[in-house]
């Protein structure tokens, strides 16, 4: 017999609907509540409402099939930081770190595009094809105790992405190769909304840099080191939000 499913995870996040009947046992939130958090009849856990408040689980019964729960929930959560981060289409093992990392952190949107220089086969993982990519948000906004999930697309190319930005944000590209400035030197103003761009794994290309100048973006770096675009998510999104004060 393989391996039960388990967590590892601060809260147990649940949609409307899920909350409206019982939870199968084999769910690996059930897994998690009776054999890794012990919980019995009448016992509660930290549980939330994806894109919706915090509150209290309660373990109602415990059947041969099903946990029964109930719910107390608490006041609604605050907006998310009004930042988007735009990501050249990295391959899927990238790509599932930065959307369970970049929920964690917390942001509004998620753009993952078609670059010039990336590979676009990815667009066809079983990452997107299956939906997979929804349980890796669900991941990050469990760990960091948070219920909010961003809003995420993919596969898009990167002019329909920047036509679709609100006027008015501090728009920002990490390029390693013509930037002037550090990110770190570059002031983002609080209540303004912020639009951060990484290139695909080999970088933005002449043209994309261009198509990013003509829509107000300004290039910025992280130092001299090349990144990983995991750690340069985190990396740009963690000065970002320090500026922010969110941090």
Same mark, same amino acid.
């Given at each position: 017999?393989?391996?039960?499913?388990?967590?590892?995870?601060?809260?147990?996040?649940?949609?409307?609907?899920?909350?409206?009947?019982?939870?199968?046992?084999?769910?690996?939130?059930?897994?998690?509540?009776?054999?890794?958090?012990?919980?019995?009849?009448?016992?509660?856990?930290?549980?939330?409402?994806?894109?919706?408040?915090?509150?209290?689980?309660?373990?109602?019964?415990?059947?041969?099939?099903? +946990?029964?729960?109930?719910?107390?929930?608490?006041?609604?959560?605050?907006?998310?930081?009004?930042?988007?981060?735009?990501?050249?289409?990295?391959? #899927?093992?990238?790509?599932?770190?930065?959307? *369970?990392?970049?929920? @964690?952190?917390?942001?509004?949107?998620?753009?993952?595009?078609?670059?010039?220089?990336?590979?676009?086969?990815?667009?066809?993982?079983?990452?997107?094809?299956?939906?997979?990519?929804?349980?890796?948000?669900?991941?990050? @906004?469990?760990?960091?105790?948070?219920?909010?999930? #961003?809003?995420?697309?993919?596969?898009?190319?990167?002019?329909?992405?920047?036509? &679709?930005?609100?006027?008015?944000?501090?728009?920002? @590209?990490?390029?390693?190769?013509?930037?002037?400035?550090?990110?770190?030197?570059?002031?983002?103003? *609080?209540?303004?909304?912020?639009?951060? @761009? +990484?290139?695909?794994?080999?970088?933005?290309?002449?043209? &994309?840099?261009?198509?990013?100048?003509?829509?107000?973006?300004?290039?910025?770096?992280?130092?001299?080191?090349?990144?990983? !675009?995991?750690?340069?998510?985190?990396?740009?999104? !963690?000065?970002?939000?320090?500026?922010?004060?969110?941090?």
């Amino acid at each position: 017999m393989g391996r039960r499913p388990r967590l590892d995870v601060n809260l147990i996040l649940f949609t409307a609907a899920e909350t409206a009947a019982p939870l199968p046992r084999t769910d690996p939130r059930a897994v998690h509540l009776t054999d890794v958090l012990r919980r019995k009849v009448g016992d509660t856990f930290d549980a939330g409402l994806i894109n919706g408040p915090r509150g209290k689980g309660t373990v109602s019964a415990i059947g041969a099939d099903t +946990l029964t729960l109930t719910f107390a929930w608490g006041a609604p959560p605050p907006p998310p930081d009004a930042i988007t981060l735009i990501v050249g289409l990295p391959r #899927p093992q990238t790509a599932r770190d930065v959307l *369970r990392e970049t929920t @964690a952190l917390g942001l509004a949107a998620l753009h993952f595009v078609t670059s010039e220089k990336g590979e676009s086969s990815y667009a066809q993982s079983t990452l997107w094809t299956s939906g997979e990519w929804q349980r890796h948000l669900v991941n990050g @906004a469990q760990q960091a105790f948070v219920t909010q999930l #961003p809003q995420v697309t993919f596969g898009r190319s990167l002019a329909t992405v920047l036509a &679709e930005l609100t006027p008015g944000s501090t728009r920002l @590209a990490l390029d390693n190769y013509e930037s002037p400035a550090p990110l770190s030197q570059v002031a983002a103003p *609080r209540g303004t909304p912020v639009v951060l @761009a +990484l290139g695909s794994e080999r970088g933005w290309s002449a043209g &994309e840099r261009a198509q990013l100048r003509a829509a107000q973006f300004q290039l910025v770096h992280l130092g001299a080191n090349v990144l990983r !675009t995991e750690t340069a998510c985190i990396a740009a999104l !963690t000065l970002i939000k320090a500026q922010l004060g969110s941090l």
